[in-house]
């Protein structure tokens, strides 16, 4: 199928290209202190790609290094904790009796947080109960 051209936009344009102009004010994120990182890791080049002579870890003087600083999220792992309700006999009646379960301990498998999540992704971000599964599992 053909499609036909599209019209000319309703105003005329500023005479400027797409994107940043020279001069503009850059906007970056701002740079970490190295009290506020994680972790540092320094990279020395192994050999001169020129020559392939080793080179030394030595730092040239007045030469100021690259810097990169990477955001990365911890693995997520689930808090899970079984809750055990021992059977104990009762040394008057000879009953046995196991405890009841906490008001605080969830009846299901999942806890308050869990199901919070799912009905985000369900609810707000329109997953499929299967892509939840999938997501989660």
Not at 33 to 51: F, M, R
Not at 54 to 68: D, H, I, K, N, S
Request: net charge positive.
């Amino acid at each position: 199928m053909i499609r036909p051209p599209r019209p000319p936009p309703a105003k005329g344009g500023s005479g400027r290209k797409a994107g940043g102009q020279a001069g503009h004010k850059g906007h970056q994120r701002r740079w970490l202190t190295e009290a506020d990182l994680t972790g540092i890791q320094t990279h020395w080049p192994a050999s001169c790609p020129h020559c392939a002579r080793p080179l030394p870890a030595v730092a040239v003087v007045g030469e100021t290094e690259l810097r990169q600083q990477v955001w990365q999220l911890p693995p997520l792992q689930a808090e899970v904790i079984e809750h055990r309700y021992p059977a104990v006999c009762c040394p008057d009646c000879q009953q046995i009796r196991r405890a009841a379960r906490p008001p605080e301990v969830p009846p299901g498998a999942f806890g308050p947080q869990v199901s919070s999540l799912v009905a985000l992704l369900n609810g707000r971000y329109r997953l499929s109960k299967r892509e939840t599964q999938a997501l989660l599992a």
